[in-house]
């Protein structure tokens, strides 16, 4: 396989909002120089499990440019639930991690009716857990919605949302994003926006509001248009957030403080 073409650097700092580098095949100093060449300078690693989101939290007090999620994937919680302490342990120790100050966000949560890795009834129970200690660390909750729009909004709308949602690699249509900005939920568009097939992806972006939009890599996963099939990288987030600012017929400077200001305001501060 030839090597991914390297993206053309942005013409202002932006960042990747939902990364796994706990994934990616290749020394994490690496991938952030790599990052930051093409003016992607910070980035979150995300937790699907508890190994993966002590590492997540290590990653970002080892590295100032990366910040960490934490929680138990909705494909996990089985099997989460069945190890040793049980859920409540589990969920203790996502609580303890969620309050660090390097970690910005409980995630990724949510549901997954695609695959049926665990019940639906016990994905939802392990969903209104994350929302409530994404509420009381006072951090971001991120949000995997596959095939479950309906019950993710339902169950934010009963538990209560935190200040600050993100919909991680985005999947709804023209109207699930009018939804999502009423509520005043934040949309994190992956590579696949770039995807031929993909123009409701698009004319979702298209209706969301630039200032409730982030983007991802979801790396080492959805590798966007030219390097599709290969593995992903955070540097790759420059090749979506031009494909955004096309969408949007907005300048890539502007999409890029746009973006910038949106995950401040989201994730907090970045560190100096
Ligand atoms: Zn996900
Ligand atoms: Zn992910």
């Known amino acids: ?12 700092a932006a960042f990747d909002s939902h990364c796994h ?4 095949d290749r020394p994490v100093p690496d991938v952030l120089a790599e990052a930051r060449a093409a003016g992607i300078t910070r980035m979150i690693t995300i937790g699907c499990d ?28 089985a099997a989460a639930a069945a190890g040793p302490g049980g859920a409540d342990g589990v969920l203790a120790e996502i609580r303890a991690l969620a309050a660090l100050p390097q970690v910005r966000a ?19 129970d392990w969903f209104r857990a994350h929302i409530e200690i994404a509420k009381t660390a006072g951090k971001a909750l991120v949000i ?12 934010l709308a009963e538990e209560g949302a935190p200040e600050h949602v993100v919909f991680h690699c985005f999947s709804g249509d023209e109207v699930m994003a009018k939804r999502c900005a009423e509520a005043g939920y934040v949309m994190s568009f992956a590579g696949n926006v770039t995807f031929a097939s993909a123009q409701l992806l698009r004319d979702a972006a298209a209706a969301a509001p630039a200032e409730l939009i982030l983007v991802e890599t979801d790396a080492p996963f959805l590798t966007p248009v030219p390097n599709r099939g290969r593995p992903n990288v955070p540097a790759m987030t420059a090749y979506t957030l031009r494909c955004i ?28």
């Not at 991914?4 to 013409?11: D, N, Q, T």
């Not at 580098?21 to 990616?24: E, R, S, V």
């Not at 002590?54 to 990653?59: L, P």
């Not at 995997?144 to 169950?155: G, I, K, Q």
Request: aromatic content about 6%; some cysteine.
């Open 1 to 12: 396989m030839s090597p991914a073409r390297p993206p053309e650097p942005l013409p202002a």
């Open 245 to 272: 600012a096309e969408v949007k017929q907005l300048d890539v400077a502007e999409l890029c403080a746009a973006i910038t200001a949106t995950g401040e305001r989201v994730f907090g501060p970045w560190r100096a």
């Open 106 to 124: 409980v995630g990724e949560t949510g549901l997954d009716y695609y695959r049926d890795r665990a019940e639906a009834s016990v994905q939802q």
């Open 144 to 155: 995997h919605d596959r095939e479950a729009h309906a019950d993710v909004l339902r169950l």
């Open 50 to 77: 508890l190994p993966s989101s002590r590492w997540a939290a290590d990653c970002a007090a080892a590295h100032e440019d990366v910040y960490a999620a934490v929680a138990i994937h909705p494909n996990e919680t």
């Open 21 to 24: 580098l706990d994934m990616i």
